[in-house]
């Protein structure tokens, strides 16, 4: 779709009731697919590549606010007066814009491991604690460093295997960001604060937080539940930053709850 003088990558399946979906820093919409199948069975599932992301147009520099403009288009050009949002990590972050800046649009909205303000992204702020470690580590060594810290202590070989094959796959077909695309990302992520206009937000709203997320932790979750007037933690017990891989049964059912409800 062309929104906002770029080309978005934009997927639909199901039919019903609007969902739009969000992925996190440096992934796309491949990541959600388990999910995107399961909320399509009884909803219309939307979901976006961010700018500078997946099959979407990468412009050298972009912000968080323009995240949060190419959602609202895509709503305006498929002509969604409200939809359900859901965001993971990063497009919490986006989500949450959305909910602040248009609250009649947004009827109910899933933040999975969210926080409301960072002065870098959660994935700058781990990498610069280890920036000693990975001194002189090429970009695909330095991501499989990345992926490996956000599981929870107690998540299988298996799982973590999945994911580095998930990754692979990513590389092979060419969806893996640049060096100088990634660190237009995290620019994107600098400085944002939505603490103030949280209580704005009318939508019901899920927030779910992985037990041993090293990014954004269980006090991130509490307090933006503490902000939106009305909303609702759930804490995955046996997850990290990745509960979509780590807790996919729970999630998929506290999301269709929530959504159905």
Do not use: C, W
Request: net charge negative.
């Amino acid at each position: 779709m062309q929104i906002n003088g770029l080309e978005l990558n934009v997927q639909h399946s199901g039919s019903g009731q609007p969902l739009l979906m969000l992925h996190g820093l440096s992934s796309d919409i491949t990541a959600m697919q388990p999910e995107i199948d399961a909320f399509s069975e009884q909803f219309h599932v939307i979901a976006i590549d961010s700018r500078g992301h997946g099959r979407s147009d990468r412009p050298a520099e972009y912000t968080l606010q323009d995240h949060i403009a190419d959602v609202i288009g895509v709503m305006d050009a498929l002509d969604l007066p409200t939809v359900f949002l859901m965001g993971s990590s990063m497009g919490s972050y986006v989500a949450q814009g959305v909910a602040a800046q248009q609250p009649q649009r947004v009827s109910k909205l899933v933040l999975v491991t969210p926080k409301a303000s960072g002065q870098t992204s959660s994935s700058a702020r781990l990498l610069a604690q280890h920036a000693a470690e990975l001194e002189g580590r090429s970009p695909e060594e330095v991501q499989a460093f990345l992926a490996d810290k956000l599981f929870a202590p107690t998540t299988s070989p298996e799982i973590k295997a999945v994911m580095a094959e998930s990754m692979q796959e990513h590389a092979e077909a060419g969806l893996t960001l640049t060096p100088a695309q990634y660190a237009a990302a995290n620019r994107a992520l600098e400085g944002f604060d939505f603490r103030s206009v949280l209580p704005h937000v009318t939508a019901q709203t899920l927030i779910l937080s992985g037990r041993y997320d090293p990014l954004n932790s269980v006090q991130d979750g509490e307090e933006i539940a503490r902000l939106i007037p009305g909303s609702r933690l759930e804490v995955l017990e046996h997850s990290g930053h990745l509960p979509s891989i780590e807790e996919p049964e729970r999630l998929h059912q506290l999301v269709l709850e929530f959504l159905r409800g």
